[in-house]
């Protein structure tokens, strides 16, 4: 006979069970973070022993150009990669939540074609004018473009009540996108976007500190505002409706939900474009793993899953077939694809 | 309205970014003002420019140069063993000896294996198979020439673990504004080589003379460009055969690419004795060379052009008219196709900056001769 | 008065066009409304709109005193819950997880249960029975369960005003008379409004206090079972055949047979309603009689037979009554007798049975 005292000793029981699982999963995550880490700063074209690392980073002493490989090529790179991995993660998370949908991606909303639409038209106008464009100029070209199209998105989402119209609008836009471009690349000069297909498929070559700076700086505080919003995202987990029963202010948070989703990405593109797949398999990965959907323990392990996996991308586009080096999102599409695909298939056995 | 703010925010970073961006990188333009002041330097001498327009160097005692490009980027060269002067703010600090450079933009390699300066150069910007110049392929070879990415790519560690001291890069690298600050970022100099805006074809040559001052090389320098300078001198006093000549590749969407009116091409071919078929074509003021037309355009325009000379440099050389028939049928009705009078360029053409007066020969060669010679050394006829 | 909810010459629809107008009506608290009507009355709109779901068109909407319009979700949160007929389908989330979200007004800024909350949730989940699904996913069980589980969610928001939509639907009869025992438990210990639709009118009969009709652009009416349930009333609302719907025992018969008579049904004390139903499903038309109005074959007999032959209750069979019925049984191919007591007053039945030609069954 069931008992109250027996009940609350199960659930307490699988209380720890769950609570150990989660331990399980992050220390795994930590220990896959540090491990990687650890490879990426070993790999590289100019070989550097261990222990000279250590002094490199530990000590800042060594061979000048030793210690700037280091401190100026390899570790940028690895901390952009950590972050926008994560933040791509976390981008992709919060479009699957919004949308209900597994396959939403951080890219479904059109941000890459608005970006890549944005960067093409500055390439074209400063290099027929000035001959000359910062860097700073394309990467912030990059992110008004991708919250341009965001704008476009949320201007539909008051008019539209159901979610999967907004995903075919916000595909929609994307093509729009594309299009210009398009329209834009054939009357350019073949020599001013030659690079326009190099940078779509992304790469983390050539990261600097001010760039980790800034990139850093706009996730932190994406992040921070996430985790912030985990009580309504679960909520959000059974549908609009029961969702606003339970006093979540529907309109602001559908908002607010792209617009963080759409900084995260935004973020990504401008610094190292469009890098594909991190954003739709990390987060499976991660609730599969760790067994839920409860925001507060997969926000932190969704986005420490997505430094993880393109951390690990990163190191296999340039150690692969050094000295060429891969474009990001081939690797992440090798990798990134069939865990999607086996995700599918146990999702519509289930159902 | 959080919405609103954001948005606006972001325009105005973006319009901070575009300000920065649109900034000047030096402080001192000197390119037609006359020799700036440098504080430690006493001027000497500008040096004389025969045709090239992009650039000046202006000469300093002690073995100091200031070279200004036109592009208004600034390199103060430093002769070996010699101190930065007090005044050096503002300019792009180049120490010699510079014998460990990145050569990115190929243009520039013929002058450095002209001037025997080539084993200045360690790293280069394309892979064996790319160079047509035998000396930068055999230095590949034996492994004193390492390839050390693409403009667009390069090994950042490969290039600091080897030393390198100068960044020789073509103009292409104004499309990866990240790469070049990252190199700069590493306390390598950036030198951008701007010899494809001359528009005199003897103008880019002219360009020994600025890499014979960073490698120590002015006479050789001098020489060479004296000797391309005299062959077009000898044809100076030829009287233009008025025979015109259209200089064009076809590209892979079936469109035509030709050179502008103000292209140094153009102005070969003026010195050759023959007419570049196109007047006026093109805006001189913008960046690029080429103005790309439909075939239907290049046929009203070119198909009474006596002579068709292909640019196989971009695409693959043709050996017979066949070939050519087989990119556009339109061209059968052409007067040169009829006359078999069509020629083709190798794949060096790019790479043979240090001869451009020899190749104005071979032009010169093409509309002078019986017709009986078939392989010049530039251009051959297709059969 | 104490007015839990009351609304004001309310009207609802979709896209600013009305489909119901004038909804006025008052509801104290601890009441029991169940709103009825046909498919696509409005019903589901009515509710939503009350919830704030839906944006109400015109009139107000007062709940405990204050306008819907004025009150946030949040505050709206506080002292309702609901239960909706959409589908729900949260991936990876346990049946603990979905009821605990029910405690989303009250946790505090990150969401975290606390103790009390947590035994909230496990009272909720033990008054519903499904204490045990607690850490199975939601995905995995079947829609009945679902529903209580839902049903758990709301009850442990602890709401003032329970709103349901259609909560029936995919119970078996065990679980409907559970949850409606415990709606009505709820409603009578602790003062909870509760609100909801229902399809099974019986049970609507049986459960409410008040009644709401819904049909066309109007409210039917609004008061109270007894009130509300009256075989023409409900008619008119279902646009049911007569004898369709008995509202006295809330059962259902399927239509009557038309046509003149085959058979000729004796009977009493309920041992003729399995014939009746029999020769129905058959698809034979056929009188009954002589039945009492208080007989319960006499109810039955009324929704299936062709005719009633009927006397009045506690009387002694009429000649007029024995005269119709013999007439009828003449022209019927069959008599069908059942088993069933005679006494003193229906004594005279034996006069019809003796007026049996051959030909019968027993």
């Known amino acids: ?351 | 309205m959080k919405k609103r703010i954001l948005t606006l925010a972001v325009l105005v970073c973006w319009c901070a970014a575009l300000l920065c961006g649109c900034a000047p990188s030096a402080k001192k333009a000197a390119s037609d003002t006359g020799a700036p002041e440098i504080a430690g330097l006493t001027y000497e001498s500008t040096m004389q420019l025969q045709y090239a327009n992009c650039f000046q160097i202006y000469r300093y005692e002690g073995g100091y140069d200031l070279i200004a490009v036109s592009d208004g980027r600034n390199y103060l060269v430093i002769p070996e063993g010699g101190k930065t002067p007090r005044g050096a703010d503002g300019y792009i600090i180049l120490q010699k000896p510079l014998d460990s450079i990145y050569l990115a933009a190929t243009s520039a390699m013929s002058l450095f294996c002209a001037l025997d300066r080539l084993s200045r150069v360690k790293l280069s910007g394309a892979k064996q198979e790319d160079w047509y110049i035998p000396a930068a392929a055999d230095a590949m070879a034996a492994g004193t020439l390492v390839y050390a990415g693409k403009y667009s790519e390069p090994d950042y560690e490969l290039l600091m673990s080897s030393g390198c001291d100068l960044a020789i890069e073509s103009t292409m690298i104004l499309h990866t504004p990240e790469v070049q600050e990252k190199i700069e970022e590493l306390g390598i100099p950036v030198f951008i080589d701007r010899s494809s805006y001359e528009s005199h074809p003897l103008g880019r040559t002219e360009w020994f003379r600025l890499y014979g001052v960073l490698t120590d090389a002015e006479d050789e320098a001098d020489a060479l460009f004296g000797k391309q300078a005299e062959i077009v001198q000898s044809l100076s006093d030829f009287q233009n055969t008025e025979k015109t000549v259209a200089f064009f590749y076809v590209t892979n969407s079936g469109t035509v690419s030709v050179r502008k009116s103000s292209d140094y091409l153009a102005a070969m071919i003026e010195l050759a004795g023959g007419r570049y078929i196109f007047k006026d074509l093109g805006d001189p003021t913008t960046a690029t060379s080429g103005v790309t037309m439909t075939m239907e355009e290049f046929y009203a325009a070119a198909r009474d052009a006596d002579y068709l000379i292909y640019n196989a440099a971009i695409d693959n050389p043709l050996g017979t008219v066949d070939e050519l028939l087989q990119k556009s049928s339109l061209f059968a009705d052409f007067k040169a196709v009829k006359e078999g009078n069509v020629w083709c360029t190798g794949k060096y053409l790019y790479q043979a900056t240090d001869v451009l007066g020899s190749m104005i020969q071979d032009i010169h060669t093409m509309l002078t001769g019986d017709g009986s010679q078939t392989e010049l050394t530039f251009i051959h006829k297709l059969s | 008065m104490d007015l839990a909810l009351e609304t004001k010459d309310l009207a609802v629809g979709y896209g600013g066009r009305p489909l119901i107008r004038e909804i006025c009506m008052q509801i104290r608290r601890g009441e029991i409304v169940t709103l009825i009507g046909p498919n696509g009355a409005g019903k589901s709109t009515i509710l939503k709109s009350l919830t704030k779901h839906l944006q109400t068109i015109s009139g107000r909407v007062l709940v405990e005193g204050t306008d819907l319009r004025t009150m946030s979700c949040r505050r709206l949160a506080e002292k309702t819950a609901v239960m909706l007929t959409e589908r729900v389908s949260p991936e990876l989330m346990s049946c603990w997880d979905v009821v605990a979200s029910g405690r989303y007004p009250f946790t505090g800024r990150m969401g975290r249960l606390t103790h009390a909350d947590e035994q909230i949730v496990m009272d909720a989940m033990r008054t519903v029975n499904v204490l045990e699904l607690a850490e199975r996913s939601f995905a995995a069980i079947s829609d009945g369960q679902r529903q209580r589980i839902l049903l758990a969610r709301a009850i442990c928001q602890k709401p003032e005003i329970l709103v349901l939509d259609e909560p029936t639907s995919y119970l078996d009869v065990r679980h409907k008379l559970e949850l409606l025992g415990l709606l009505r438990t709820m409603a009578r210990q602790k003062g909870v409004t509760v609100i909801l639709s229902l399809h099974e009118i019986d049970l609507a009969q049986k459960v409410s206090d008040k009644i709401l009709c819904v049909k066309g652009d109007r409210i039917a009416g609004f008061g109270e079972p007894a009130e509300i349930f009256q075989d023409a009333r409900i008619r008119a609302l279902y646009g049911l055949d007569a004898g369709a719907y008995d509202t006295a025992f809330g059962s259902v018969e399927l239509p009557k047979i038309a046509g003149a008579p085959q058979a000729f049904v004796i009977s009493g004390c309920g041992s003729g309603i399995p014939v009746f139903r029999q020769l129905q499903k058959d698809g034979i038309p056929f009188a009954a009689g002589i039945l009492y109005e208080n007989d319960i074959d006499c109810r039955v007999a009324r929704s299936l037979a062709a005719e009633t032959v009927t006397e009045k209750p506690f009387c002694p069979i009429s000649d007029a009554a024995l005269e119709r019925a013999g007439q009828l049984m003449a022209g019927c191919e069959r008599v069908i007798v059942t088993d069933f007591p005679i006494g003193p007053c229906n004594e005279r039945i034996r006069e019809l049975l003796r007026k049996i030609p051959d030909g019968k069954k027993a």
Request: with cysteine; glycine share 8%; charged share 15%.
């Open chain 1, 1 to 351: 006979m069931p008992t109250k005292e027996s009940d609350e000793a199960r659930l307490r029981q699988a209380g720890r069970r769950r609570r150990a699982r989660y331990a399980l999963v992050f220390l795994v995550l930590l220990l896959a973070f540090c491990a990687i880490t650890v490879l990426n700063i070993n790999s590289g074209s100019v070989r550097i022993s261990l222990p000279e690392i250590a002094r490199i980073l530990f000590r800042r002493t060594g061979d000048a150009a030793q210690v700037s490989i280091i401190w100026k090529i390899r570790l940028p790179r690895i901390f952009m990669a950590a972050i926008l991995g994560g933040a791509l993660a976390l981008s992709g998370f919060l479009l699957q939540t919004f949308f209900g949908n597994p396959i939403a991606g951080p890219f479904v909303l059109g941000i890459s074609s608005g970006a890549k639409m944005a960067v093409a038209l500055t390439m074209i106008w400063f290099l027929e004018r000035a001959g000359n464009a910062s860097s700073a100029a394309l990467i912030a070209a990059a992110f008004v473009g991708a919250l341009l199209s965001t704008g476009f998105v949320l201007l539909l989402s008051r008019r539209v009540a159901s979610m999967s119209v907004l995903l075919v609008g916000g595909i929609m836009i994307g093509y729009i996108c594309s299009a210009l471009t398009d329209f834009l690349v054939t009357f350019a000069d073949d020599a001013n976007i030659v690079n326009l297909h190099g940078w779509s498929l992304g790469s983390f070559s050539g990261m600097t500190w001010d760039n980790v700076a800034v990139a850093g700086a706009i996730v932190a505080v994406a992040l921070a505002l996430v985790f912030a919003l985990s009580k309504p995202i679960g909520a959000y987990q059974l549908g609009e409706a029961y969702a606003q029963s339970m006093g979540v202010s529907v309109r602001r948070f559908r908002v607010l939900l792209i617009l963080l989703s759409s900084v995260l990405s935004a973020c990504v593109t401008a610094f190292a474009g469009p890098i594909s797949f991190v954003g739709i398999a990390v987060p499976h990965l991660v609730k599969r793993g760790l067994h839920t959907a409860r925001p507060l323990v997969v926000i932190p392990a969704t986005f420490l899953g997505g430094a993880v996996f393109c951390m690990f991308c990163d190191l296999i586009a340039r150690t692969a077939f050094a000295p060429t080096e891969l474009n990001i999102s081939t690797v992440s599409s090798v990798f990134g694809a069939p865990v999607v695909i086996f995700m599918m298939l146990r999702r519509s056995g289930r159902d």
